[in-house]
């Protein structure tokens, strides 16, 4: 039994290798089907995941293609169509940040107020744990995962603290890396800025509804005669009367005979007093 097991397998390395060696004659062999030169005996391979055979690659000269989920250190975007940074030194990505392995500086202006833009920027790359957390909490795309994984110094200390002169990339760099994330992302983009101009026109269109109601209003305004204060004046006293003609009337429309018996009492009280008068009068002279 353990014999044959043994055979099998030198059955199978044997095979490989004479598979390998056979390949390994024909003028472009099957690693290196669909792989970039780079002159100078540089590749870059792209291995199928359904190869067979042996395959060594003679790294340095020759490297795989990576994929393009592939993350190493973070880098920053410089957006090429509007000639900024992207980052604008909000600290969400340090402060997300596992390890703590970014530092960032917020800009000010001229007379010490901050600005949305970063002075300094910095990323220990030996303690970076290529989480891509900074990635996605980033609200402004500022922030990708970089393919450059050669790294390697004698120093950690100062060479692997990349400041942001180091870390910026040009978008379109990024595109070439992410092309599929890429897309994605200009499509959101464009469906984000449609939105907003949308709104933009909205909100101007209400804006413009207003005016030209407070310019009507306006006119309406103009066009109606002013009066000087004396007439106002008069116009008020002539109101007034009005009213109270109008009191009168209508106290004089109540009932007649409530009214009669109202000048018949007033009569009565008055003829009273009289007689009292007299009264009091001839009292007087009698004594």
Known sequence: MF???????????????????????????????????????????????????LLTIQYPEEKRLLPERFRYIPMLIWDSEKQ??????????????PPQCIWIVRDSDEN???????????????VCMSCSFCV?????????????????????????????????VPLEYYAALWPTQYEE?????????????????????RAA?????????????????????AELQALAKERAAQRQAQTQTADGGGDDDAAAAKRARMEELKRRAQERARQRKSGNGSS
Do not use: W
């Open 3 to 53: 014999g044959t097991g043994l055979l099998k397998g030198l059955g199978v390395t044997l095979k490989h290798a004479l598979e390998t060696f056979e390949d390994d004659r024909e003028s472009v062999p099957d690693r290196y089907k669909g792989s970039l030169d780079l002159g100078n005996n540089r590749k870059v391979i792209q291995q199928p995941i359904d190869q067979e055979g």
């Open 84 to 97: 900024e940074d992207r980052c604008t030194a909000c600290g969400i990505c340090a402060k997300v940040c």
């Open 112 to 126: 010490g107020k901050p600005v949305t833009r970063c002075s300094e920027f910095y990323i220990d790359a030996a």
């Open 136 to 168: 996605e909490f980033c609200p402004f795309d500022a922030i990708k995962m970089n393919h450059d994984y050669e790294l390697a110094v004698y120093d950690r200390y100062p060479q692997l603290v990349y400041d942001m002169e180091e870390l910026t």
């Open 185 to 205: 992302e200009q499509a959101r983009r464009k469906e984000e800025e449609e939105q907003k101009r949308k709104q933009e026109e909205e909100k101007a269109a």
């Open 209 to 229: 509804a207003k005016q030209a109601a407070a310019a009507q209003k306006a006119e309406a305004g103009a066009g109606a005669p002013k009066r000087s204060a």
